[in-house]
């Protein structure tokens, strides 16, 4: 089983960045869809980006145009810029492979204080 290790969350002001990072260890990831997911408590977890092997970005209506996810294959690693970070942004982060859905990592939380 692939290992994923997400980094990069953090408290910001309303309207501020972060990038998220998820390592991937046990696979490289080149043929690979990858998605960066979302989970509040007592929600489900939402797939919020994905990108496949092609470079083809998809994105939930409530962070496009602000959230961008990118990939080195390289390095195993996908990314998550986000930018304008609102209030309801806030959650814990979590990245996969949707199509193989491995073991979850631990996430990393994001805090957006208004």
């Known amino acids: 089983q692939p290992h994923l290790v997400e980094s990069g969350g953090g408290v910001v002001q309303s309207g501020g960045s972060l990038r998220l990072s998820c390592r991937v260890s046990?696979?490289?990831?080149?043929?690979?869809?990858m998605a960066w997911y979302r989970q509040t408590p007592g929600q489900l977890r939402k797939l919020i980006a994905s990108?496949?092997?092609?470079?083809?970005?998809n994105y939930t209506d409530s962070v496009k145009g602000r959230f961008t996810i990118s990939r080195d294959n390289d390095k195993r690693t996908v990314y998550l810029q986000m930018n304008d970070l609102r209030p309801d942004d806030m959650a814990t982060y979590f990245c996969?492979?949707?199509?193989?859905?491995?073991?979850w990592g631990r996430g990393t939380q994001v805090t957006v204080s208004p």
């Open positions: 996969n492979a949707p199509h193989e859905r491995w073991t």
């Open positions: 046990g696979t490289w990831i080149t043929i690979y869809t």
């Open positions: 990108i496949d092997v092609d470079g083809k970005r």
